[in-house]
């Protein structure tokens, strides 16, 4: 192991934004400690005082695209609460799709307690939503999974079109499926949307909730 440094010349929050910026803009393949440190104007042992090693630094990048720059919604627990987790995943998914770069890194270093560290909140605005207790494993880890399944997806594949959701369709042997895209209205982020809110609606349906939201909403 490379000793430390006695005095750090960079702090943890810069090494990770500027590991952010070379990721974006020459990809992941192009990253690496000397490659950060010379973006740092730093000698490589410096990064030694806030990281052990490049996949401590990797989950931190990670840890910042899909938790610390995902805004929260601000919505007051009530009847309508699914429009709470709709515009999280939204949110969630345009933070990481300006970093589509940064997709493999995702998909090996999420730290799997990024998102449990705000789930007891979470637990808190469902409950006072009139949500039962033994429904919000359900719903929190539905929603992790669907989320981060569908936009780590779309993250590795290039940006499409409502016409190109589904790449390389052959109007002669995939009729079907060639009609289906010309019929359909919905852009990728509307359809992400649109599977978000059904899960949570189903949830509602499955469980009789719709009568207990009216009932909050009128009480």
């Known amino acids: 192991m490379m000793a430390r440094p006695s005095k750090p010349l960079i702090s943890r929050a810069a090494a990770v934004a500027a590991s952010i910026d070379i990721i974006d803009s020459e990809g992941l393949d192009a990253f690496s400690l000397p490659r950060l440190a010379k973006h740092l104007g730093v000698r490589a042992p410096s990064l030694y005082h806030h990281f052990s090693d490049k996949n401590e630094i990797l989950t931190e990048v990670a840890r910042f695209i899909a938790g610390t720059s995902v805004a929260r919604p601000r919505r007051r627990p009530g009847p309508d609460w699914p429009e709470y987790f709709v515009s999280l995943a939204l949110n969630f998914r345009q933070s990481i799709l300006r970093h589509r770069n940064a997709a493999p890194v995702l998909l090996q270093h999420l730290p799997r307690e990024l998102f449990v560290d705000t789930y007891e909140d979470t637990a808190r605005f469902l409950l006072d939503s009139g949500v039962p207790a033994e429904l919000h494993v359900r719903i929190l880890d539905g929603m992790e999974t669907l989320a981060i399944g569908t936009v780590l997806m779309e993250a590795v594949r290039p940006p499409s079109t409502k016409s190109t959701i589904f790449p390389n369709v ?18 990728q982020k509307q359809l992400f949307e649109e599977m978000v809110r059904s899960f949570l609606h189903g949830i509602i349906r499955d469980h009789d909730l719709e009568d207990q939201s009216t009932a909050t909403a009128t009480a």
């Open 170 to 187: 052959d109007r002669v042997s995939q009729p079907l499926l060639a009609e289906a895209l010309t019929s359909n209205p919905l852009t």
